[in-house]
């Protein structure tokens, strides 16, 4: 697309009947692609570790648009047994879904295991999401369009799986284990798309990546290196902010040409920043059998299996 071109929020198309949940949607690129489906009047499901910053964000959202429909419920993702509790109250309260963003992450943090033992990086961003995609999946089957929405990095490219150390116990990079991470959302979003198509499933699993966007997972970065190199100077020189940063997600998540199986990201220099369009994984995270060894290791993890039908 040229610059004149480029696709915005105001081209997603009514969502009046559409139920959603956003992982992170307290702040950042989850708090933007809340406010956009809100606004074109999707049913939006926060789904958040911290429920009283999730009840604020609804807040200001309705504030901005009054009969928003918004339900804040609570999810954190580094903890398997949270996971199992939010699908379960969700089963409970619908019958289907529509659109799942897998949206939620954090970066670069000191070494520190989740409830389950696993490095947290892994656990939240990668983990967590697994689990909760597969623990959805039946939802998903029934709702109208339905999409999994899976968000990457351009950081992927630099990653690599650590199959033989994944708590990194004998050896731990932040940033690192963050690039791992990013890299597993890329293997895992290609490999869901793969198994959806091979078993005839309606749903689409897409992957999309926001560039260089400002939000706090620079901003409230633990190690202080980070803080000060992404946070202080780099956010204000060259990040976009978060509504347009969210924009490759809300693309995938609503645009009606999207495919199964696309990677949608900025249209930019370096893909850093721009509109949404579609863009190229790394032939590392495409391979076949990196995706098939990342799931079955997944499965086992967190103890989740797909509901897939046999391919035809």
Not at 81 to 87: C, E, M, P, Q, T
Not at 204 to 219: D, E, I, K, S, W
Request: hydrophobic fraction near 40%; aromatic fraction near 6%; glycine fraction near 10%.
């Amino acid at each position: 697309m040229t610059q004149e071109q480029r696709w915005t929020v105001e081209q997603i198309p009514d969502q009046s009947d559409r139920v959603s949940v956003v992982t992170g949607a307290n702040s950042g690129l989850g708090l933007a692609t809340t406010r956009a489906l809100a606004r074109r009047g999707g049913h939006v499901i926060l789904a958040v570790r911290d429920e009283g910053r999730g009840r604020r964000a609804a807040a200001e959202i309705t504030a901005e648009q009054p009969g928003a429909r918004l339900e804040v419920r609570r999810l954190d993702l580094a903890d398997l047994d949270s996971v199992r509790a939010f699908a379960d109250r969700l089963h409970t309260d619908h019958q289907r879904l529509d659109v799942l963003i897998n949206n939620a992450g954090v970066m670069a943090p000191p070494r520190s295991l989740s409830a389950q033992g696993h490095e947290v990086q892994f656990a939240c961003n990668h983990l967590g999401h697994f689990a909760l995609t597969g623990l959805l999946l039946d939802l998903l089957a029934s709702g109208r369009d339905p999409r999994v929405v899976t968000v990457s990095s351009v950081n992927h490219r630099k990653g690599r799986l650590h199959f033989d150390d994944l708590t990194g116990e004998r050896s731990y990079s932040p940033m690192g284990f963050y690039n791992q991470s990013k890299f597993a959302n890329a293997v895992f979003g290609q490999e869901l798309h793969r198994r959806l198509t091979e078993a005839g499933s309606p749903v689409r699993g897409v992957l999309a990546h926001p560039g260089y966007t400002a939000t706090n997972l620079q901003t409230s970065a633990p190690i202080g290196l980070w803080r000060v190199v992404f946070g202080r100077i780099g956010n204000p020189l060259f990040a976009q902010a978060p509504a347009s940063g969210a924009l490759p997600q809300l693309y995938a998540a609503t645009a009606p040409d999207v495919e199964s199986g696309q990677f949608i990201g900025p249209d930019g220099l370096a893909e850093l920043r721009g509109g949404p369009t579609q863009v190229q994984l790394s032939p590392a995270a495409a391979d076949a059998e990196t995706g098939r060894r990342l799931w079955e290791l997944s499965e086992r993890l967190t103890g989740v299996r797909f509901a897939l039908p046999a391919p035809a």
